[in-house]
């Protein structure tokens, strides 16, 4: 059996790493966040809308990269769920800006806090100082990745790791954690 520990052949062994790191966080936080609708993902949006300027529809699905006819879907169901909204630009009729409520920033403070409960289990292994580190750099480097390669699609990493995230869904139902 090949080692895993850091002083194995794992330890410089970035791809392996993030696997790891990215399934357990999938995992633990989709079951934190089975009562928000779309899980992690409506959390990334409400997350998104919450700390800009209320973006388009279009510009939010480019910034998650997630696809447009996606976006939509899973923006009705945020709007049904009142924690966000769609509102009319006043300079373009033709514009819908997605705007986070009061209900949903309440929501977005508390799921922030499973989160952070759930990271903090994940990176348990490591000293503040160096999941502080760990955060800046991954932070650094997927904001460099995604600057270079726009089109990269962040939830695709996720199906790599995870393929039971990607399954169909039967019924024509939400998927595990989408609500």
């Not at 089975?34 to 388009?56: I, M, N, W």
């Not at 699609?153 to 989408?178: K, L, N, T």
């Amino acid at each position: 059996m090949t080692p895993t520990t850091p002083d194995g052949p794992r330890k410089n062994d970035l791809g392996w790493s993030l696997a790891v790191l990215l399934r357990h966080w999938h995992e633990r936080v989709e079951v934190r966040l089975s009562d928000v609708r779309h899980g992690s993902r409506g959390y990334h949006v409400l997350t998104a809308v919450a700390e800009h300027e209320a973006p388009t529809q279009a510009s939010l699905a480019e910034r998650l990269l997630i696809d447009r006819s996606v976006m939509t879907y899973l923006l009705d169901d945020l709007e049904e769920d009142g924690i966000v909204r769609r509102e009319v630009d006043v300079r373009d009729r033709r514009v819908r800006r997605v705007c986070v409520t009061d209900r949903g920033r309440q929501l977005l403070e508390e799921i922030r806090a499973r989160v952070a409960e759930e990271e903090q289990h994940l990176l348990a292994g490591v000293d503040l100082p160096t999941q502080n580190l760990f955060r800046d750099a991954a932070a650094r480097a997927a904001l460099a990745v995604q600057q270079r390669s726009p089109g990269t699609d962040p939830c695709a990493a996720v199906h790599e790791v995870a393929p039971e995230a990607a399954e169909p869904r039967e019924s024509g139902g939400p998927a595990a954690g989408e609500r």
